[in-house]
C-alpha cells in the first residue's frame, strides 16, 4: 500500500470495508469468462489461484480500501527512560514505515513518573500520525497518564484504567497525609497532563481529575429530554435533580423535576449487549476512579471494547491487521540488567573483582572483572533512568580518594574513609528514581533548592533497595572471599592465578646460625653491646642485641629469645664467682 492513498478515519468514523463487496467483484469475473473462450476461462481460474496464494501468503489479511495502515507497539511492564528510549526509536521505525496509526498496546502496574512525562510529550508531538491507546488489560497510575495523551482510547475485554495519584512517604511517620499546599505541587505535573487530555480530546475534565485525586462523590445525571449526560459533584447535585427519587428511564419523563435532569440508573453493556445498573454515586470521596472497560465506554474516554486485533481492526477502520513493533534485544536487556537481584550479583562481582586483583596483582582478571561488572552496574541503571551523571560522578571520585589513600597517603584514613563514603552514596543512589518536577517546591532550609528531602514512596522504597543491596553485597562478598581464601588456592588453574596462604615454615627466614646461639646458649660479649654489638658462641661469632642495658665487653651472656638472624640476650652471672663468694 502507498502511504500516500492512505486516507485518515476521524473520531467515531466507521470503515468503509463492506464485505460483500469481494463477492460481487467475483460474481462479474465469472460472469465475463462465460462469454469468453475457454482459454480466456484457464487465465482467469489461474490468475484466481494466483491471487488465493498470495492472500494466504500475506497471512489470510484482507485490505481496506481507503482504510489507513497502523503499526502495534507494545508497552510492558514498568515505564522507565528504557522504554521511553525504546518508544523514540519505535515511532522513528513506524514513520519509515508509512504507518498513520500508531497503537500503543498498554499493559503496565506505573513507573516513574518524569518517564512517563517525556513519553506524553512525545505523544502529543507526534502531529503527523494518529496515536491510540489500547489497555490490554490494564493501564494503571503513569500507564493512564500515557492513554489519555493520546489521541484515542480503546479498551480490551476485563481491563482496567486510572490510579494515578502521587503520595507522600515518611522515613519515621510511613504513609503521611499531605495538606493542600503540598498536595498541590505534588500533583501539579500530572494534573497538568490530565487537564490538557481532557481540553484536547473532550474527557470530562472532573473525571480526569478524579484518577489523581480524591475528595469528590460524584454522580452521573441525564437529560430526559435531550439525553444529554453529565457528571457532577454531590454539592452541586441539587442543583440538577433536586427531588432525588426522580429515577427511571425515559417513559419516566413526566415525574422528572422541572429541570428535566435526572441520575443515570442503566447503561447497555457493549460487550454483553443488555442493559446493566449503575451505581450511583459513580466516585466516593475516598476513592481515586478506576474504570472497567465498559466505564471507560460509558464516560466517554474509550471508543470502544477491542479483545483482539481484529476487532480492533474493526473498530478503527485501519488497512489491516497491523505490524507490531517489539522491543529489541538491547532495550530488554537494559531493564533486566537494571533488576534489583542482577544489580545485587554485579555488585558482588566488583567487591570479589577488586578482591582477587589486590590477592594477586599483576595478573588483571580480578580487576578486568571489577571494571566490567562497574561498568554494566552504572551503566544499566543510566539508561534506565535511575542513576544520573552526578552518582556516577560521585562514585568514580570515592575509588579516586581510596586510591589516594592507598598508593600516596598510607595510614592517613581520611581519604580513604572519604572516599568509601562517596561510594556508598553514589550505589544507594543508584537506586532511586528521580522524582517528579515539582515547581516552586522549597528545598530544606539552609540546602540549595536543588536538594529536597525524598517525599515519594518509589524514592525511600529505592533507598531501602539500595541499602539493602550493598549490605547483602558487602556479607555475600566477605563469605565468599574466606571461602575463597580457603579452598580455591588448591584448584589446579585458580592456584596458578591466586598464590596460596604461606605456611609458617615458608614464612621463617633463613637461620645465619643453625649451630649456635639457641635459646639458653651462654656466650661472650665479644664488643660493647649498645644495645646491638658481637657476641661469640663457642667458635661462631653472632651479631646480638642486648634485652635493656649496655653490656661490656668480655661480659657473660645468654640468649633469651630467637627469630631468625635476630638474637636478644641479656647478662648473667658467672657461676664460679658465685662460688668464690
Given at each position: 500500500m502507498q502511504p500516500g492513498r492512505v486516507g485518515f478515519p476521524t473520531r467515531g468514523s466507521e470503515a468503509s470495508y463492506n464485505p460483500g463487496r469481494t463477492g460481487g467483484?467475483?460474481?462479474?469475473?465469472?460472469?465475463?469468462?462465460?462469454?469468453?473462450?475457454?482459454?480466456?476461462?484457464?487465465?482467469?481460474?489461474?490468475?484466481?489461484?494466483?491471487?488465493?496464494l498470495a492472500s494466504f501468503a500475506a497471512g489470510g489479511v484482507e485490505r481496506r480500501e481507503g482504510g489507513p495502515s497502523a503499526v502495534i507497539v507494545p508497552i510492558k511492564g514498568t515505564i522507565d527512560d528504557v522504554m521511553y528510549r525504546s518508544l523514540q526509536r519505535r515511532f522513528a521505525e513506524s514513520a519509515q514505515r508509512g504507518a498513520r496509526v500508531v497503537v500503543l498496546e498498554l499493559d503496565t502496574p506505573g513507573g516513574m513518573v518524569t518517564s512517563a512525562l517525556d513519553i506524553c510529550t512525545l505523544i502529543k508531538n507526534a502531529s503527523d500520525v494518529k496515536t491510540v491507546a489500547w489497555v490490554r488489560p490494564h493501564a494503571f497510575s503513569a500507564g493512564a497518564m500515557i492513554a489519555v495523551a493520546c489521541d484515542e482510547i480503546v479498551m480490551g475485554k476485563s481491563s482496567?484504567?486510572?490510579?494515578?495519584?502521587?503520595?507522600m512517604l515518611s522515613p519515621t511517620d510511613?504513609?503521611?497525609?499531605?495538606?493542600?499546599?503540598?498536595?498541590?505541587?505534588?500533583?501539579?505535573?500530572?494534573?497538568?497532563?490530565f487537564r490538557d487530555a481532557a481540553h484536547r480530546h473532550g474527557y470530562d475534565a472532573l473525571l480526569s481529575e478524579s484518577m489523581v485525586r480524591i475528595g469528590h462523590e460524584i454522580y452521573w445525571i441525564e437529560h430526559v429530554s435531550s439525553g444529554e449526560r453529565r457528571f457532577v459533584r454531590k454539592e452541586d447535585l441539587p442543583r440538577f435533580v433536586p427531588d432525588l427519587t426522580a429515577r427511571g428511564d425515559a417513559n419516566e419523563a413526566a415525574s422528572a423535576p422541572s429541570g428535566g435532569w435526572r441520575l443515570?440508573?442503566?447503561?447497555?453493556?457493549?460487550?454483553?449487549?443488555?442493559?446493566?445498573?449503575?451505581?450511583?454515586p459513580i466516585l466516593?470521596?475516598?476513592?481515586?476512579?478506576?474504570?472497567?472497560?465498559?466505564?471507560?465506554v460509558w464516560y466517554g474516554f474509550a471508543k470502544g471494547i477491542a479483545g483482539s486485533e481484529s476487532e480492533l481492526v474493526e473498530i478503527l477502520g485501519l488497512a489491516d491487521v497491523p505490524a507490531r513493533l517489539e522491543t529489541n534485544w538491547a532495550e530488554g536487556v537494559a531493564s533486566w540488567l537494571s533488576s534489583p537481584v542482577v544489580r545485587s550479583i554485579l555488585f558482588v562481582l566488583i567487591?570479589?573483582?577488586?578482591?582477587?586483583?589486590?590477592h594477586a596483582p599483576g595478573?588483571?582478571?580480578?580487576?578486568?572483572?571489577?571494571?566490567?561488572?562497574?561498568?554494566?552496574?552504572?551503566?544499566?541503571?543510566?539508561?534506565?533512568?535511575?542513576?544520573?551523571?552526578?552518582?556516577?560522578?560521585?562514585?568514580?571520585?570515592?575509588?579516586?580518594?581510596?586510591?589516594?589513600?592507598?598508593?600516596?597517603?598510607?595510614?592517613?584514613?581520611?581519604?580513604g574513609l572519604l572516599g568509601l563514603a562517596l561510594i556508598l552514596v553514589g550505589v544507594v543512589s543508584s537506586f532511586v528514581q528521580p522524582e517528579a518536577p515539582l515547581p516552586s517546591a522549597p528545598g530544606?532550609?539552609?540546602?540549595?533548592d536543588w536538594f529536597r528531602w525524598p517525599r515519594s514512596v518509589a524514592t525511600w522504597q529505592g533507598i531501602r533497595t539500595g541499602v539493602s543491596v550493598v549490605s547483602g553485597g558487602l556479607l555475600a562478598s566477605a563469605v565468599l572471599a574466606y571461602l575463597f581464601s580457603r579452598f580455591l588456592p588448591r584448584a589446579p588453574v585458580i592456584g596458578r592465578v591466586i598464590a596460596p596462604n604461606p605456611t609458617p615454615e615458608s614464612i621463617e627466614p633463613d637461620d645465619p646460625y643453625p649451630m649456635a646461639a639457641q635459646v639458653g646458649d651462654i656466650g661472650v660479649a665479644e664488643t660493647l653491646l649498645r644495645p646491638a654489638g658481637k657476641a661469640r658462641f663457642g667458635p661462631i661469632l653472632v651479631d646480638v642485641v642486648s634485652e635493656s642495658d649496655y653490656i661490656e665487653a668480655g661480659a657473660r651472656i645468654q640468649v633469651i629469645e630467637r627469630f631468625g638472624n635476630r638474637v636478644v640476650v641479656r647478662r648473667t652471672p658467672d657461676p664460679r664467682e658465685s662460688r668464690r663468694g
Open positions: 467483484r467475483t460474481a462479474e469475473v465469472r460472469a465475463m469468462s462465460s462469454t469468453r473462450s475457454g482459454c480466456v476461462g484457464r487465465a482467469v481460474c489461474v490468475a484466481s489461484a494466483l491471487g488465493l482496567r484504567i486510572g490510579d494515578c495519584a502521587p503520595i510511613g504513609l503521611q497525609s499531605l495538606g493542600e499546599t503540598e498536595r498541590a505541587k505534588a500533583e501539579s505535573p500530572i494534573l497538568a497532563e443515570v440508573e442503566r447503561m447497555r453493556d457493549p460487550q454483553l449487549d443488555r442493559e446493566l445498573d449503575v451505581k450511583q466516593s470521596p475516598k476513592e481515586l476512579l478506576t474504570m472497567k472497560q465498559n466505564e471507560a567487591l570479589m573483582g577488586a578482591y582477587a586483583e589486590f595478573h588483571l582478571v580480578g580487576g578486568a572483572v571489577a571494571l566490567i561488572a562497574l561498568a554494566i552496574f552504572l551503566g544499566a541503571p543510566y539508561l534506565t533512568g535511575l542513576a544520573n551523571v552526578w552518582e556516577i560522578v560521585v562514585i568514580i571520585l570515592g575509588i579516586g580518594l581510596i586510591a589516594v589513600e592507598l598508593f600516596l597517603t598510607p595510614g592517613l584514613l581520611l581519604p530544606l532550609p539552609g540546602m540549595p
